[in-house]
């Protein structure tokens, strides 16, 4: 069970801002019934169970009670809506950041919604969009990693490579703080959170297949362009994804 003390003396202003459930269909879901009922930016629905949890694309999210961190937070936009889509990328470099700098670990983002240490999957981000508010769903190994439903896909937990004791209220309080700093920065800032993710990008110099304009590529990664989309270099050519999915290392 997740320790409301413990993180109320970590993190006070978030204690404030915190839904916690043991359990939900969906935080993600929860969370967009509070934003429309009027919740403030900045509100976290976490829940130790989820019983309809979802990842991008309809892929769902197996994470066992009191082993990782299944939350979601109430963001809304003080920015055009034309830079919504860059939060995804700016919640994933508050993500990979927090971590490198509190636990020393090398987490990188795996364009465009993952994090992952060690060639494995740590964390994972879904962000949906609604008139005034997005909602940002954030799922976390923390404590140990399940086992993958997926062969190419292997998962780790933050524990599995932090020396030091780690709690997920140590976690929660710390990747808060680092999300929405960086969320809150992806309007003014995103060309400098840019070069921090091309540092950090996961998929540069991979040979990569994958899912775009319904059709199926394949080619070597060559980074992340000035608006935020993949560099692909296709048959030759490189080109430019904003969106794509079912991404695998060749």
Known sequence: MFDLRQFAALAPDWYLRLQYHHELDSTNDE???????????????????????????????????????????????????????????????????????????????KWPNDIYIQ??????????????????????NVMSAPPSENARIEAIAVADVVQSPVSREMVLAALLAGIMTEVDACAGHFEAQLERLRKSCYLTGKRIKFSAHEKEFSGLVRGVGPDGALQVEVDGEVMSFSQASEINVL
């Open 31 to 109: 969370a967009r019934r509070l934003a429309e009922a009027g919740a403030e930016h900045g509100t976290v629905v976490l829940s130790d169970h989820q019983t309809a949890g979802r990842g991008r694309r309809g892929a769902s999210w197996v994470c066992e009670p009191g082993d990782g961190l299944l939350f979601s937070m109430v963001i809304r936009p003080s920015f055009p809506k034309t830079n919504w889509s860059r939060i995804a990328l700016a919640a994933g470099i508050g993500i990979a950041e927090t971590l490198n700098a509190k636990w020393g670990v090398r987490a990188q983002v």
């Open 119 to 140: 060639d494995k999957k740590c964390a994972g981000i879904l962000t949906e969009a609604r008139e005034d508010f997005v909602i940002v769903g954030i799922g976390v």
